[in-house]
């Protein structure tokens, strides 16, 4: 099929360090592309890509210093978009709402997978407005706050079985990966880590809208010496950070639509004690990859229990469902669908 990925221009694809949904566009569009389909990136400049690159802007808006207005590339990117629309079987958007009103009107079918949060009041009239637009959910869960959106699946993210490996080593540490943020509740994480009497470390961003936070509740909690920050780090380091922590630690107060962490350390072998909230009871078997916990004691007595999983079954299970070739071919066939129903019928001509 000839395929448009669609991807938002704030990180590169894949991105430096941190990004979830770069990182996933990156994935999804490297399997296609070995899957042999004709794929077409949409991305910043400095993107890495077996596919076409189609550059929008020279380089990730993340870090154009020179850039005042961050919605006009996006504009660009949407208007190269639509001019290519007609040389594609299917345009895969990744930009949630922003390509709803120009490509609703062509003619190529199009779909946007939603990988952000749905539950803010204002977003309910954008979905209402575009009540026809195909949407796909990275979770079920994810839904929830939209019962009446035009979902035509959920396709849960995966990752290159290659990427993240168990490494050989001592596993003798608390994690903590990602953002920097109070929906994160990093503040949770450590309290577990010391109620538990082990050693904690935290790899993650600090954005710039983070930072107070960061500054006046958790950077009063990193002593060095049991809490350590390490800070952003890419997937070249995540395996041997991952592989040496006894769990990952996710006690969060959001509905997270996914949480890519998860299957990250899954890749690893490492557990998960993370908080029942959005996706994790769809991606966490509990008391095989993890465990689910409802708050901070009972996060600390599940530490005592982390011998009971194996590092073996948990990498089989992340081989089992959170690939990126299983992530690929559920796409293929939403967008076979999508082709289908978008040609005419056949009629017989005398």
Known sequence: MRIAQIAPLTESVPPRTYGGTERVVSYLTEELMAMGHDVTLFASGDSITTAKLESAWPCALRFDATLRDAMAPQMLLMEKVYQQAQDFDVLHCHLDYWPFSLLSRQ???????????????????????????PLVSISDAQRRPLPHGNFIGTVHHGLPPDLLTPQPGKRDYLAFLGRI?????????????????????????????????????IRPLIDGQQIEM?????????????????????????????????IEAMACGTPTIAFPAGSVP????????????????????AVARLDRLATGIIRDRFEQRFTARRMAEDYVSLYRRMAVKSRPALRVVT
């Not at 190529?108 to 637009?133: N, Q, S």
């Not at 890419?234 to 996710?250: I, M, R, V």
């Open 181 to 217: 943020c109070p929906e994160k509740s990093p503040d949770k994480a450590i309290r577990i880590a010391r109620a538990a009497g082990m050693k904690m470390k935290i790899a993650a961003k600090v954005d710039r809208v983070d930072r107070e936070y960061f500054e006046t509740t």
């Open 230 to 262: 390490i800070g952003e780090i890419g997937d070249a380091e995540k395996p041997a950070f991952l592989s040496g922590a006894k769990a990952l630690l996710l006690p969060i107060d959001w509905p997270e639509p996914f949480g890519l962490v998860m």
């Open 107 to 133: 003619q190529t079918p199009f779909m946007t997978t939603l990988h952000g949060r749905l539950d803010l009041p204002e977003l309910t009239r954008i979905y209402d407005c575009f009540a026809t637009a």
């Open 282 to 301: 769809e991606v966490i078997d509990h008391g095989v990859t993890g465990f689910i916990v409802h708050d901070e004691s009972s996060a600390v007595a």
